[in-house]
């Protein structure tokens, strides 16, 4: 049996929930690190979305706080933690550009990969378009995630991860189920590294396109999201997007003596 993975110690903890110090070489290091070490590990990512959700739900923070490393998934973090007074930032970590690192970082490193998530077809279209480009990557399998996420259904699936041996694999459900599913299922697969991808799939498959680069430079990369799904991302932005930086402010504000 695999041993988890000690936590990555090098973090600030924002509105209570760790981020560590690292990019993307960091995450790479450590994932090959639980790999080639035969253990198991979970890493995370937040975003101001998922700060939202941990403060409003106990259970997804401590999701969260038990994760071996936990990533910052947003210009809206970065921006939340200089508001916090956090001097040390880290790098800014998203699965639209990520994943075709990693795919880099997988084939170079003969790691296999399985890919868990979005609607019936996604996430094999998102492994073909991985092997037009990296040829050699293994990728052992891959599942929609339209499934019951307990009962039956779930163990089948996690019997099928299982049969395929991935080292990592990728869970892309959205927040907060994803990282749930993760957690409620963790002793029973035989994986070394759990990711929450989010909508992973959708990006690398092309389905979801990614923002100009001209918004990235500009930080406007949620307004494209917004632009993109108005009706589902309205709350998460319009209001999310306050709330979170109301919340640091009462937090610093408590904390100031």
């Known amino acids: 049996m695999k041993k988890n993975y ?13 981020i560590h110090r690292v990019g993307v070489e960091e995450v790479h290091d450590f994932m ?28 997804f923070a ?8 936990v990533f910052c998934d947003g210009e809206g973090v ?3 933690m200089k508001l916090a007074g956090i001097k040390q930032l880290p790098e800014k970590i998203t699965y639209d550009r990520w994943m075709w690192q990693l795919g880099d970082f997988c084939q170079e490193k003969g790691y296999k990969l399985y890919f868990l998530g979005s609607q ?8 073909q378009k991985m092997l037009e480009r ?42 907060p189920i994803q990282e749930k ?39 406007l ?6 632009y993109q799904q108005p009706i589902r991302r309205f709350h998460r932005y319009i209001i999310g997007i306050p709330l979170f930086f109301m919340r640091i402010l009462i937090h610093k504000w408590m904390r100031t003596p």
């Not at 041996?165 to 869970?171: E, G, S």
């Not at 409620?184 to 590294?193: M, P, S």
């Open 120 to 127: 019936p077809g996604i996430a094999e279209l998102a492994k």
């Open 78 to 80: 970065l921006w939340g």
């Open 221 to 226: 990369e949620w307004f494209y999201r917004l």
């Open 181 to 219: 599913w993760i957690h409620d299922y963790y002793d029973k697969l035989d994986v070394a590294v759990f990711l929450a991808g989010g909508a992973a799939f959708q990006c690398v498959s092309g389905t979801l396109k990614s923002p100009p680069a001209w918004m990235v430079r500009w930080h």
């Open 134 to 175: 990296y040829p050699k990557i293994r990728i052992v399998g891959t599942h929609h995630g339209y499934f019951e996420k307990s009962g039956p259904e779930s163990e089948a699936v996690i019997d099928e991860i299982n049969r395929c041996q991935p080292d990592i694999l990728i869970v892309g459900f959205g927040m």
């Open 32 to 59: 090959g690190q639980v790999i080639d070490g035969g253990q198991k590990a979970s890493v995370l990512n937040v975003n101001i979305h998922a700060l939202n959700l941990a403060a409003e739900h106990s259970w």
């Open 62 to 69: 401590d999701i969260l706080k038990q994760a071996a490393m």
């Open 6 to 18: 000690p936590q990555h110690p090098h973090f600030d903890a924002l509105l209570g929930v760790p």
